[in-house]
């Protein structure tokens, strides 16, 4: 079984250091750059989520892709980058920044249109987007980089996690349930619990906020996510 709390603080961790570099961003922005760490946000921001930490989320979704943000000279967010923030921004309320998409790129598309539809129209776009993760589980090649390159990206389908997520769902439906992108044990919906910080965690936000005073907005959005949890 997962070590869900070894996960959580592990995903906290990597909240608290993507955290910094994008208020550092001007130091190391590029066009490929750019494009890299904004896959990485979505996908924390997805995997928030999917753990049950929806205002922390927001708050995350609101620092890095919300409308009110500037986003000029960024790369406009597209592919799975841009399916993730578009949906949710709609299922957390949060305006953000728009997104564009590629031909062959439609299922995200549709996957935006249609998050919250009924189960007749959700599910047989969900088992396509549950084959697409499997399609982008690869490691970098010279030519493209595929979606999912981390051991956890590849074992947890969180795309599709927190679509379910933001559709109220508490397990795994029966129209994925046998799916092999679902066979891992840690691809599911576990129960939501407060999120708690690693000393390493800890130590490291107190020495950057030192530097970057702001980091300290993501220490308070921590403890508002946990005492939701908690109450």
Known sequence: MPDWSALRMGVLEALAGTYALALYEDVWRGPRRR??????????????VTLGWPDLATHALKCWFG???NHAGHTVPGG??????????KGLGVPVVPCTFQKGEELLVEM???????DSVFMPLAVQLADRHLSHCRQDSGQM??????????AMPIELLMLLRLRSETSIPDALSKHPALQHPAA?????????????CRTFIDCVSRV????????????????????
Request: proline share 6%; hydrophobic share 50%; aromatic share 6%.
């Open 112 to 118: 935006i249109e249609a998050w919250d539809a009924d």
């Open 35 to 48: 494009q890299i760490y904004d896959r990485d946000m979505a996908l924390l921001i997805a995997m928030l």
């Open 67 to 69: 409308s009110d943000v």
């Open 145 to 154: 980089r595929f979606d999912f390159d981390h051991p956890v990206e590849q």
């Open 80 to 89: 799975i980058t841009g399916m993730i923030v578009s949906v949710a921004g």
């Open 212 to 231: 970057l005073p702001a980091c300290e907005t993501l220490v308070a959005a921590i403890a508002n996510q946990a005492e939701l949890l908690s109450a």
């Open 188 to 200: 599911t919906l576990a129960d939501p619990q407060p999120p708690v910080l690693s000393s390493r």
